[in-house]
């Protein structure tokens, strides 16, 4: 990596530790001297975060699984144009807080096998993949009990329970495997600084 601009996405299942450790992450990055950029999905552009709301309130059946895709596809086209793409023209390190692989697991997996047209909608509107992405691998049981105790309005996907979680553990494993050249998999189960040991080693490894 170098001064270019960065895209460094977090992706795992709901209560894995994403937000917490992009946090950690951001200021490791800060101290050192990179600009940065949080940002999250959905959401991450004031048109994005209006979007949020339809997408994870509400009842779990409130879309189409085809709608859903499409929703979360524009969601990200908004971010991308607004958002992700003007800090990486300035040279900024952009985390975000899941991106593309979250609708290839969650929209292209768990409601029967949609990944060929979540990526075919990919390579329409979106046609960029992160320099590299952060998995945080963790017991489902364990993530879904720490999300559920946030207590937020936004809980469609964290509704389905824990046989979702277990699917979408083990397609992420599945998604690293497939693309070893950018992702780099962390163990979640493990005490927060531990974990942002990891984090930090790793990304820092790929920075100059
Ligand atoms: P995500 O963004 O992946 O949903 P969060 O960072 O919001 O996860 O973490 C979910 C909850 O679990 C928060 O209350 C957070 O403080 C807590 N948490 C995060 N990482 C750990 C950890 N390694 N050990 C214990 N609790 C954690
Ligand atoms: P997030 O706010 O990251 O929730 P959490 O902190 O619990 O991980 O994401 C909210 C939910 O949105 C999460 O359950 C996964 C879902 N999601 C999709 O289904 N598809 C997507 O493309 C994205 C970005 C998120």
Redesign the pocket.
């Known amino acids: 990596m170098s001064g270019i601009g960065r895209l460094v996405t977090?992706e795992?299942?709901?209560?894995?530790?994403?937000?917490?450790?992009?946090?950690l992450l951001a200021e490791t990055l800060r101290a050192r001297g990179h600009a940065v950029v949080v940002t999250r999905e959905p959401g991450g552009s004031p048109g994005a975060e209006e979007i949020r709301k339809l997408v994870l309130e509400g009842d779990p059946d409130r879309w189409s699984a085809e709608t859903e895709i499409l929703l979360f596809t524009a969601t990200r086209r908004d971010h991308l144009e607004r958002t992700i793409l003007p800090a990486l023209a300035a040279g900024k390190i952009v985390l975000s807080?899941r991106f593309a692989d979250s609708t290839r697991m969650y929209q292209g997996l768990s409601r029967g096998d949609l990944r060929g047209l979540v990526d075919r909608l990919h390579d329409l509107m979106i046609g960029r993949e992160p320099d590299l992405t952060i998995l945080?691998d963790?017991e489902p049981a364990?993530?879904l009990a720490?999300?559920k105790?946030?207590q937020t309005s936004e809980e469609r996907f964290e509704d389905f329970g824990q046989p979702l979680q277990e699917q979408m553990r083990k397609g992420f494993l599945d998604l690293a495997a497939q693309f070893p050249d950018r992702f780099r998999v962390i163990d979640?189960?493990?005490?927060?600084d531990?974990?942002a040991e990891d984090v930090a080693g790793v990304v820092l490894a790929e920075l100059p």
């Open positions: 977090f795992g299942i709901d209560g894995s530790g994403k937000s917490t450790q992009i946090a807080d945080i963790m364990t993530g720490r999300a105790a946030r979640g189960d493990q005490p927060i531990e974990v």
